[in-house]
């Protein structure tokens, strides 16, 4: 069974912090992924990965960035943390029959 | 550019009435399509992909090429199917996946 975790559950930073949100898989997956869910908005892909070192920018990639070292962890950073950054962040990892994702990180910035 | 959409932000059925939750994509290539169901303080979870063509939880769905749909439906709603249903749509050689919004689904008792 595919597990993929997430740090931290829950979050508050205050406005203008460096965060750090760390996502691990078990499953050996190539593909990785960050996404922020909103309300009425859906899942917007922020960045993926799909190799060590390798990333590629999603859809709303401004204000982040993305580190993979290792193949089983792939971390989210936020350089200067703002109020509109607060949501609910998801790690996934994928293969082509589809993605298994984190529990969340339910970021707050105050 | 691909593009997933769920015109419903909320679904709302009554307990044994059928349910259909609408999803239709834009995408230049083949696509592969799938479907995901978060229930209440869980984590997001794949329901069914097009390419197997499986019934899970009593849910079905069809790829309609002609009309780019990938309709979810169940022919009786329980209560336990109240979550939010997101359609995604899996595309090039990165395997990107992209999201539809997401639709409430509520069942009434």
């Known amino acids: 069974d595919v597990k993929v975790t997430q740090s931290s559950r829950y979050l508050v930073k205050r406005t203008g912090e460096k965060v750090f949100l760390e996502c691990v898989q078990d499953?050996?997956?190539?593909?990785m992924f960050w996404y922020r869910q909103d309300p009425g908005l859906g899942l917007r892909l922020i960045y993926f990965?799909?190799?060590?070192?390798?990333?590629e920018k999603g859809d709303i990639p401004e204000g982040y960035s993305v580190s993979r070292e290792k193949k089983e962890r792939f971390s989210l950073i936020l350089e200067s943390a703002s109020t509109n950054q607060t949501s609910m962040y998801l790690c996934?990892?994928?293969?082509?029959?589809?993605?298994?994702f984190g529990q969340g990180t339910r970021l707050t910035v105050v | 550019a691909q593009r997933v959409t769920q015109p419903e932000k909320l679904l709302s059925v009554f307990k044994g009435a059928p349910v259909e939750l609408k999803c239709n994509y834009s995408y230049s290539g083949s696509p592969e399509l799938f479907w995901y169901v978060q229930y209440s303080r869980q984590r997001l979870q794949l329901l069914l992909r097009?390419?197997s063509r499986e019934s899970i939880k009593g849910f079905t769905a069809d790829l309609n090429k002609g009309e780019t749909s990938f309709h979810l439906k169940k022919p009786f709603a329980q209560e336990e199917d109240s979550a939010m249903y997101y359609c995604?749509?899996?595309?090039?050689?990165?395997?990107?996946?992209?999201f539809g919004i997401g639709t409430k689904l509520q069942v009434i008792p």
């Open positions: 995604a749509l899996l595309s090039g050689g990165y395997q990107k996946v992209t």
């Open positions: 990965s799909y190799d060590v070192k390798m990333k």
């Open positions: 996934a990892s994928s293969l082509s029959y589809g993605a298994f």
């Open positions: 499953m050996d997956h190539e593909n």
């Open positions: 097009h390419i």
